[in-house]
């Protein structure tokens, strides 16, 4: 496992790695239109071999698994053992023996040569030490003429899910420190010309698109509030400032007019979807 991510790795095998599994009916929910779009833009045909980088709980390997159906083969790559460890308890749910996970770093694993026909990613590329070392990594294991197909973040001020909870917790403790907007974490790729660049430079022919679409939760606000009290920043703003209740509510008060008359809580996003070919 590389180095380089070493910080990921604890992150993702720490406290943190279990908050998602914990979490991860919720988050698969909310992110189901994600899925989608990335399905609906590979499409996967039956027997066809699909690399499913940083799988997490495996939704989209699944999706993947299910479309390639039993003469196909579906693999997820993750470095999160308690993310893997759920994602194999989903597939023996559904008993879906063309799927199978690996714990491993997709910048540096020794993928088989030319051992996929798609290689596809729902918010897993974005955390990557070296982003040109790991996609020149994950073109050599797709087979000439091969595809990528990965959904990312677009801009975060286009995205309630990200921008809303960062203006409450600015709100109490003021503008949080400067960061590199361009290293890895949830927002990495929201720059489009910049990703291409990293594409192109590791021997992909890509293309990039921001797409809108919602983020739902039948459930509502309060179960994705419960969500985001255990994921991401807002744990850690809340622990700093005490301020839970008055937090959680301001989030409550910002997107109670995003609950339809259905009961249904629809987040507006902003996706980047990024296509690469290898030539």
């Known amino acids: 496992m590389s180095e380089a ?18 979490q991860q009916p919720a988050m698969d929910l909310l992110m189901t239109n994600v899925t989608a779009l990335v399905m609906a833009e590979a499409a996967p045909l039956p027997g066809q071999r699909v690399l499913d980088v940083g799988c997490g709980a495996g939704a989209l390997t699944l999706a993947a698994a299910r479309a390639v159906g039993p003469q196909g083969r579906a693999l997820g790559v993750d470095i999160s053992a308690p993310l893997l460890a759920r994602a194999g308890e989903l597939a023996r749910v559904e008993s879906l023996a063309q799927v199978k996970f690996l714990r491993a770093d997709a910048q540096d694993h020794g993928f088989a040569p030319a051992a996929f026909d798609l290689v596809l990613s729902r918010f897993g590329v974005m955390f990557f030490a070296d982003p040109v070392a790991a996609f020149a990594n994950l073109a050599g ?11 990312v973040w677009g801009r975060a001020v ?15 403790l003021g503008p949080p420190p400067p960061s590199d907007p361009d290293g890895p974490g ?7 010309p910049r990703v291409l660049g990293i594409l192109r430079a590791a021997g992909l022919r890509a293309e990039g698109r921001a797409v809108e679409l919602t ?11 419960d969500l985001l009290s255990h994921l991401g920043g807002l744990p850690r703003l809340l622990r700093e400032t005490g301020g839970t209740a008055a937090m959680l509510a301001a989030l409550r008060e910002e997107w109670s007019g995003l609950v ?20």
């Open 158 to 172: 286009a995205n309630p899910f990200f921008a809303t909870p960062g203006r409450i917790g600015a709100a109490r």
């Open 141 to 151: 294991a797709m087979r000439p003429g091969g595809r990528m197909v990965l959904a």
């Open 260 to 279: 339809g008359d259905d009961g249904c809580l629809r987040v507006p996003a902003e996706i980047n979807l990024y296509t690469a070919t290898r030539v």
């Open 5 to 22: 991510n070493t910080g990921q790795h604890t992150f993702w095998n720490d406290v943190p790695g279990r908050a998602w599994v914990a």
């Open 215 to 225: 983020l739902d939760h039948p459930g509502g606000i309060e179960p994705v509030l």
């Open 186 to 192: 949830p927002m990495a790729f929201s720059d489009i």
